[in-house]
């Protein structure tokens, strides 16, 4: 399998920008989520959807952010306008409810810089 | 909602040495509980996990143990060595909630070889 993919792996946009992370899902898990991870804040869940699903977006910071499932294959996080405090890491993860132990299996990341 | 503790922040060991992280949650309804490794750069990576029907699990030098009635669980890391250095998250999860996971705050560990 191969894993949980992201892209892109870094990005470095000006403020103002759009912003568009991508994912996809380790194929049969039904579950997906957006982490943000950054040094003061630590790991943040910032939405997940389970059957593509938003079930809970209670972490998502501002209008700014928006996040869509629309197949059980591929999610998006979009931020429009970024801002320089948008810089973090974004972790996509995902999981099958009632198989492999409810594990979240986390992909590579995407490194955003926002200057 | 489930909110999960980790302590401490930061632990320094001699390699070949103990480590031990503790972590508290507050919903005795959380029944899985899986710890990561993330080291410098990387993604975090699941290194052992255990679940509320069992007090002990042991893999190689990582073992985890759960208290449910305290409501708490350990991470312990024997004979240390200088790549355990990362940071540790602890996780736990309620069932029949949309598989929501709650994380603690991680602890950043280093051997001193």
């Known amino acids: 399998d191969a894993g949980v993919i992201q892209s892109p792996r870094h990005e470095v946009t000006e403020m103002g920008q759009e912003v568009t992370l991508r994912c996809k899902p380790i194929?049969?898990?039904?579950?997906l989520f957006w982490y943000r991870q950054t040094m003061m804040r630590g790991l943040e869940l910032l939405i997940y959807f389970n059957n593509n699903v938003p079930i809970d977006d209670s972490g998502m910071p501002e209008d700014r952010f928006s996040a869509k499932m629309p197949n059980a294959s591929f999610s998006t996080l979009k931020i429009q306008p970024s801002e320089p405090r948008d810089s973090a890491v974004y972790f996509c993860?995902?999981?099958?409810?009632?198989?492999?132990?409810?594990?979240?299996?986390f992909g590579e990341g995407s490194w955003l810089t926002v200057v | 909602g489930e909110n999960v503790e980790q302590h401490p922040s930061t632990l320094s060991v001699q390699e070949g040495d103990s480590a031990v992280i503790k972590c508290t949650y507050s919903d005795s309804a959380s029944n899985y509980f899986p710890w990561y490794k993330q080291e410098l750069g990387k993604r975090p990576q699941l290194i052992i996990d255990i679940r509320s029907n069992v007090g002990e699990k042991k893999d190689q030098r990582i073992a985890v143990t759960l208290n449910k009635t305290a409501k708490h669980f350990s991470l312990h890391i024997t004979e240390t060595q200088p790549e355990d250095s990362a940071v540790y998250f602890c996780?736990?999860?309620?069932?029949?909630?949309?598989?929501?996971?709650?994380f603690g705050t991680g602890t950043s560990l280093t051997v001193i070889p």
């Open positions: 996780a736990a999860s309620i069932p029949n909630t949309g598989n929501q996971f709650y």
């Open positions: 194929s049969g898990h039904n579950s």
């Open positions: 993860a995902s999981s099958s409810q009632g198989k492999s132990g409810n594990t979240i299996y």
